[in-house]
């Protein structure tokens, strides 16, 4: 019976949050368990008044006490697995009708904390960064297995979250067999795939929309693609056309698989790769004598650069990060030209990345007009009321003076 399970007590004035939809309870806000519970198991939680507020994982050595999974009882098994991901899978036919690879789940926005699916083609990812979830693994495979019938499902368990857990890296094949990288098709373009050991589950799916919209500036112009990783911005201005694309990466694997993915998609001959530290670059580019200008070479400039903050404490230097690149990018590009952005740092804003974008602007005596706010694409969805699960924030800036 459910009714029988452990019962996580919270304090007063903790409730609300959990019934506005978010899912972690962090060890703070447990006032007591009624009995002891096993790490990972299902428990039921209450207010201080013993109002039931749903069920969640349970795991006492993680800050998250609890992971709420449902405002309602319901029994963990693989049917309920299998609703919940058909619904997380219908999200995503509705909004992205046309893809063939990405994220079918994710996460919290999904309702399912602890748990991300990748879809590249045929081949399925998963991770799990939560201790419940883990457990459940074996359950979550055998779901996937009968909706997709894929080639292949593998993990790739090695992000840092686990070890808040208590988890150990885990990577590698649960089903099927997989050699090599993976060709995948985004808007039509093929990329290849290292899903075994690639960065994240090997590309940047939450870019899918956004690869198109900023193409779509592309056309005629002279492009700078900043943090280019597999060429995701870079070849999409090429086939949008652009007359030439000039990717910068500091992975050496990265560009190589850029360089191919252009050649793959017919557009080589417009494009030109350096593996160079892009804050070096953009310096030696922008260094010039006293009472010299920088001749502005750009019709287009795209910064896409990793997270630049892990943390709350670390926001001043990511700010300082984002400032110095947007300073000598917004030097290089043409009056005219467009600059498209992107901040994928939970803990930046989109108000505080703006602000950080008009102070470089100001320094380089450049005068914005903000022509497009990008988000993320609807395979990872945003839930308002669980502030985590909104990350990617971007904005494309034309340049009126």
């Given at each position: 019976m459910e009714s029988s399970l452990p019962t996580v007590l919270v304090r007063p004035g903790e409730a609300d949050r959990i019934i506005g939809g978010h899912p972690w309870i962090y060890s703070g806000s447990v006032l007591r368990l009624t009995q002891p519970a096993e790490e990972g198991a299902l428990v039921q939680v209450k207010d201080h008044r013993q109002r039931f507020l749903g069920v969640g994982f349970y795991n006492s050595k993680s800050k998250i006490n609890v992971r709420v999974i449902a405002p309602e009882r319901v029994t963990v098994d693989e049917a309920f697995f299998e609703e919940r991901i058909r619904a997380a899978l219908a999200l995503r036919q509705k909004h992205l009708p046309?893809?063939?690879?990405?994220?079918?789940?994710?996460?919290?926005?999904?309702?399912?904390?602890?748990?991300?699916?990748?879809?590249?083609?045929?081949?399925?990812?998963?991770?799990?960064?939560?201790?419940?979830?883990?457990?459940?693994?074996?359950?979550?495979?055998?779901?996937?297995?009968?909706?997709?019938?894929?080639r292949c499902i593998l993990e790739r368990n090695d992000s840092a979250?686990?070890?808040?857990?208590?988890?150990?890296?885990?990577?590698?094949?649960?089903?099927?067999?997989?050699?090599?990288?993976?060709?995948?098709?985004?808007n039509g373009l093929t990329f290849e795939v290292d899903i075994l050991g690639g960065h994240k589950t090997g590309l940047y799916l939450d870019q899918q929309v956004n690869y198109q919209l900023v193409a779509g500036l592309a056309k005629g112009a002279q492009v700078l693609d900043c943090f280019s990783f597999l060429g995701g911005f870079g070849l999409h201005a090429a086939k949008a056309g652009a007359t030439h694309v000039h990717m910068l990466d500091q992975s050496a694997e990265a560009v190589a698989a850029a360089t191919r993915n252009a050649t793959a998609n017919g557009v080589a001959a417009q494009c030109?790769?350096?593996?160079?530290?892009?804050?070096?670059?953009?310096?030696?580019?922008?260094?010039?004598?006293?009472?010299?200008?920088?001749?502005?070479?750009?019709?287009?400039?795209?910064?896409?650069?990793?997270?630049?903050?892990?943390?709350?404490?670390?926001?001043?230097?990511?700010?300082?990060?984002y400032k110095e690149i947007h300073l000598r990018a917004l030097k290089l590009l043409k009056t005219g030209g467009t600059l498209a952005t992107f901040c994928c740092s939970h803990h930046v804003d989109a108000v505080m990345f703006q602000e950080v974008i008009l102070a470089a602007a100001y320094d380089a005596r450049r005068i914005l007009r903000r022509v497009a706010t990008y988000s993320q694409s609807p395979d990872h969805p945003i839930i308002p009321s669980i502030p985590e699960t909104e990350y990617l924030k971007g904005f494309a800036f034309e340049v009126v003076r």
């Open positions: 046309g893809a063939t690879s990405f994220r079918v789940v994710n996460a919290e926005s999904d309702f399912l904390s602890g748990l991300i699916v990748d879809k590249y083609e045929d081949v399925l990812v998963i991770q799990t960064s939560a201790l419940g979830m883990d457990q459940r693994k074996t359950a979550i495979a055998a779901v996937l297995q009968k909706i997709f019938s894929p979250f686990r070890k808040f857990e208590g988890l150990a890296d885990a990577n590698g094949i649960i089903s099927g067999a997989l050699t090599g990288t993976v060709p995948i098709k985004l030109s790769f350096e593996t160079v530290n892009v804050f070096d670059w953009l310096k030696a580019n922008t260094a010039v004598n006293p009472h010299e200008r920088v001749i502005p070479r750009f019709d287009v400039i795209i910064l896409d650069p990793p997270s630049f903050t892990r943390s709350r404490a670390a926001v001043p230097d990511a700010l300082r990060g």
